[in-house]
Structures are given as structure tokens and as C-alpha cells.
């Protein structure tokens, strides 16, 4: 439930009815925007007195949410969520480029890579240590040791960090080496790992589960916000259809709804989307097109021989040609780099 505030309501009034209202164990989200501030309520809806904050005179309205998440919802939160990654933003000003090799290899691979995607406007760089394989027979990253050379990285070139975490122990690795956690999109629902992500407080990129419905993912969401992550990004990295033409189908409305639905920024993977590396720039310029925050893009030097998703992975002229390409886009968008 939202309580829309009265303009001119006074911060003592304002205050006094937050602390009420928790008070009776429910938590309130304040969020206050240049026409209206409102007040979202979460928890258990029974313990509090209705009509007494009907009457409230500095409540203009009540409007009930009837969606299961509600930190996450646009209705509690109506401005567009931006936040920082290390010295990047994410939100409706900027394109942030997420880029770099499906899994960290090794040291050198790793920082030729991220001199390569810095020079083509990345921002931050991405690099699996804990690799989701399908077989356990493939190889399955190089775990803290990877993620130290995402910190070196990091420090030589100044990019931020993303590395996807599968356990709770990975979590506790990456949170001191990395600036941003990802969720796989086989993790979307384990919600013990996204409660650990959320108690982070730290960044976190949110893919969509391989047969998730925009609603799940949304509560996913929510799962990571409500244990104490607010910065929380979605990213569309398509879902499992009856196609075989492509490694998945890229749901491109699914940004239409989350702009819709949730305040929270959303970034499109076409790599892991099509698995294939010549439909990685149309679909970027579709999805910068469709409101896209961002975009993870996967970058290889030598995509022949990566030792996971060589095939849809760009080598760095590919990457500068798709970057230069994609710039008319980005700036039709009305946003700028990272
Ligand atoms: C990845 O980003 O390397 C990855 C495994 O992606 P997804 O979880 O979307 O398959
Ligand atoms: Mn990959």
C-alpha cells in the first residue's frame, strides 16, 4: 500500500507518521520526487489502523499495491533508480557498457581484454570466476585466483567489476575483490544466495531466470532488496522458447514491461541471448532503442580458442566496429557513456 503525501506537508508531520506507522512493525519506504512524495509500506497490513491514517490529514490518498513486490515496484518508487558502480552510474542518463570474457583465464588474458574495452567506452568489466557450466566436465573458473586479477585489473585500468557468484562462499570471495555481484540466470531463483547478495549491500546485476516470467524476476528482485541491497539492476539475457535458431530468444518487450513495473535500471545481453556474435549489434541497437540502461557484451581476444562461449564473444575489432556503430543510437537515446 502507498500513501500519496499532501504538497506542503511539513517534515515534523511527515516524521511523526513514519515513526507511527513503524511503530506497529511495518516498514516504510519514503520516496520523494519533485511533484509528489509518497510513502510505501511493506509487511503485515493488519496491524495497522486504516481509518486512522485516512483521517491523517497529511495523507491525500491511499492507493493499495496489489503486486507481491513492492521495494521493487515503480508505484513505490515512481523516479527511475540510478546508482553507482565504483565511478560509473547505471539509471536513465547513461548507456553503461558491461563488457569482457565469458570466464577469466588468466591474468595477461584478462587485462588485454580490459585495456581493449576501456578504449571502446566500456565502463565496467566483466569476467567470470565461478562459471555455471551445463557439464561439469567444462571448465569451471578460476575462482578467487580470477577474481584477483579482476582486481588487478581493475586497478590498472580503473573499470569497475562484475563477477557472477553461485554460492555463498563465492560471495564472500568476490565481495573483496569485485564492485558488483551478478546472479546467473540459473540462480535467479535460489533465494538463500540472493538473501546473501542483498546483505552485501553492494551492487548487484540481476539476469533473468532461463524460464522466468517477469513476475518471478521482478520478486527475485525484491528477495535481494529486501535483505538490504536497494542498487539492484535486471538484465534480459533471453529466455528459452521453442527457437533453436538462436542459443535463446531475447525478449525485447520484457524492457517495455520492466520500465513499466519497476524503477529499477535494466541491462540487455544480447551475447548470452543469441549465441551468436553477428546479431550482437542489432540487437544492442534494438535494445538501446526499447529504453535499455546498459549493456553486457561479451569480448574475447582470441574468440577461437575461449575456453567458454567462443561464438558469440567479439574480438576487439568487432567490438570497436559494434561501439562505433552503436553510437547514433546512444546518442538519440538522449544518454552518454557509462
Ligand atoms: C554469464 O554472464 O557468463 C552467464 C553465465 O550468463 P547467464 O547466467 O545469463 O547464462
Ligand atoms: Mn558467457
Redesign the pocket.
Known amino acids: 500500500m502507498i500513501l500519496v503525501i499532501k504538497p506542503q506537508t511539513t517534515e515534523a508531520a511527515l516524521e511523526h507518521m513514519i515513526q507511527e506507522i513503524e511503530h506497529t512493525g511495518l516498514h516504510t519506504h519514503l520516496s520523494k520526487g519533485e511533484e509528489v512524495t509518497i510513502v510505501g509500506l511493506v509487511g503485515d497490513k493488519t496491524k495497522i489502523d486504516l481509518t486512522a491514517i485516512e483521517a491523517n490529514p497529511i495523507v491525500e490518498k491511499i492507493i493499495p499495491v496489489t503486486e507481491s513486490y513492492k521495494l521493487a515496484n515503480k508505484k513505490f518508487h515512481p523516479e527511475p533508480t540510478t546508482f553507482a558502480v565504483k565511478d560509473t552510474l547505471i539509471g536513465p542518463d547513461t548507456m553503461t557498457i558491461m563488457s569482457g570474457p565469458?570466464a577469466v583465464e588468466s591474468e595477461e588474458q584478462l587485462l588485454c581484454i580490459a585495456r581493449a574495452v576501456k578504449a571502446q567506452g566500456a565502463t565496467i568489466l566483466r569476467g567470470?570466476a565461478y562459471?555455471?557450466r551445463t557439464s561439469p566436465y567444462s571448465f569451471q573458473g578460476l575462482e578467487e585466483e580470477g577474481l584477483r586479477y579482476m582486481k588487478a585489473a581493475s586497478q590498472e585500468t580503473g573499470l569497475a567489476t562484475i563477477c557472477?557468484v553461485t554460492s555463498a562462499h563465492a560471495v564472500e570471495s568476490a565481495y573483496k575483490y569485485v564492485d558488483m555481484l551478478?546472479i546467473?540466470?540459473?540462480n535467479m531463483q535460489n533465494f538463500e544466495l540472493l538473501k546473501e547478495v542483498g546483505k552485501t549491500g553492494m551492487p548487484v546485476l540481476l539476469?533473468r531466470g532461463l524460464s522466468a516470467t517477469i513476475d518471478e524476476w521482478l520478486n527475485a528482485a525484491e528477495y535481494i532488496m529486501s535483505s538490504g541491497s536497494s542498487k539492484v539492476a535486471l538484465c534480459e539475457?533471453g529466455i528459452r522458447t521453442y527457437e533453436t535458431a538462436t542459443r535463446n530468444t531475447l525478449d525485447l518487450s520484457a524492457v517495455c514491461v520492466l520500465k513499466e513495473r519497476t524503477h529499477l535500471p535494466v541491462i540487455v545481453?544480447p551475447s548470452?541471448a543469441t549465441g551468436v556474435r553477428a546479431f550482437v549489434e542489432p540487437l544492442s541497437a534494438a535494445a538501446i532503442a526499447c529504453g535499455a540502461d546498459g549493456l553486457m557484451i561479451e569480448v574475447h581476444n582470441d574468440p577461437a580458442h575461449a575456453l567458454s562461449d567462443g561464438p558469440q564473444s567479439l574480438d576487439f575489432d568487432q567490438f570497436a566496429s559494434v561501439m562505433e556503430h552503436l553510437k547514433p543510437y546512444i546518442a538519440l537515446s538522449g544518454r552518454t557513456l557509462g
Do not use: S
Open positions: 565469458c567470470g562459471k555455471p557472477e551478478q546467473g540466470a540459473r539476469k539475457r545481453d548470452h
